[in-house]
């Protein structure tokens, strides 16, 4: 049996309208090939089949039963191979695909609600796993093992990455700090104070400790914790400041107990970012997730 590698593929199609049409001429005519240039393909197939495939009778040519049995294979396979080459389609609302996304606690929190509505409106058999941020989760976005990356600044190559959101930030503290009744807290406050820091990577909470040690004034980690929800608890009752996405801030706010100061205006804002590997690019899952993120981001 000859290997796929030494079959010439591009005889397919003639292929297929000689059995179909039963006639040089007219199998020619189907594929706008010249009567001489099918011939040709003819006896190239009656060569690599070892059959005669055609042959005349008083009606005008029959098909032989190796090439009866070869007509049955293809109307099956000619559709499988179309389907191959086509344009690969996605239907949310048929889909049963697994989406694998990673962030930060806050990413999530920002993401969870809205997001998941939408995309189990739209795709109800869909399925989508959050996993922790850790040190090297960029490189599993190169490995295949996330799909979609949330988060603040720029990701490093080969990755893609689009814009998503700019967030400020603001610090949570008991209402009992001293500096509870400011509207806003100054650098040289900001930098006197025992701070609780998110490890985002590598001790540090990404865009607030990278501002402040290019400034020059890096500030004092008194508690370091992985999560930012838990930076919010640990304020509570104590002289702590807790730097975090001012939305998030707001929302964990406990009347009362704790209350939102203004981060030094030095720190601004940061841009959060989607990435992903290039591989993805195309795949048409995929971009149904990057739009349907795009658009509620928009819309919330």
Do not use: K
């Not at 704790?258 to 971009?287: C, F, K, N, Q």
């Amino acid at each position: 049996m000859p290997r796929i590698e030494s079959v010439d593929l591009n005889l397919l199609a003639p292929l297929h309208a000689l059995l179909e049409e039963r006639h040089v001429s007219r199998a020619a005519d189907r594929l706008h090939m010249s009567q001489p240039a099918m011939s040709r393909a003819l006896q190239r197939l009656r060569a690599a089949l070892g059959d005669e495939l055609l042959v005349r009778s008083p009606g005008g040519y029959r098909l032989t039963p190796r090439a009866e049995r070869v007509q049955a294979e293809l109307r099956q396979a000619l559709p499988r191979l179309e389907h191959v080459f086509s344009a690969e389609a996605f239907d949310p609302a048929t889909a049963a695909r697994s989406f694998r996304l990673a962030g930060t606690d806050y990413t999530v929190s920002v993401l969870s609600g809205v997001l998941l509505r939408r995309l189990f409106e739209q795709s109800p058999g869909s399925t989508v796993l959050f996993s922790r941020w850790h040190h090297s989760v960029f490189a599993d976005a190169e490995h295949g093992l996330v799909d979609l990356l949330i988060h603040g600044g720029a990701p490093p190559p080969p990755l893609r990455s689009r814009p998503l959101f700019d967030e400020g930030y603001s610090c949570l503290i008991s209402r009992h700090h001293p500096l509870a009744q400011s509207s806003a807290l100054s650098l040289e406050e900001y930098v006197g104070c025992a701070h609780v820091v998110v490890d985002v990577t590598d001790g540090r909470q990404g865009h607030v400790d990278r501002r402040l040690e290019s400034l020059g004034r890096p500030r004092r980690a008194s508690v370091t914790v992985p999560y930012h929800a838990a930076a919010a608890a640990a304020v509570h009752g104590t002289s702590l400041v807790a730097t975090l996405p001012t939305r998030f801030a707001l929302a964990q706010a406990v009347p009362g107990v704790t209350t939102v100061v203004a981060a030094p205006d030095e720190i601004g804002p940061m841009t959060y970012a989607m990435s992903w590997h290039p591989r993805l690019d195309d795949d048409a899952a995929h971009r149904w997730l990057r739009d349907a993120i795009v658009s509620t981001l928009r819309s919330a």
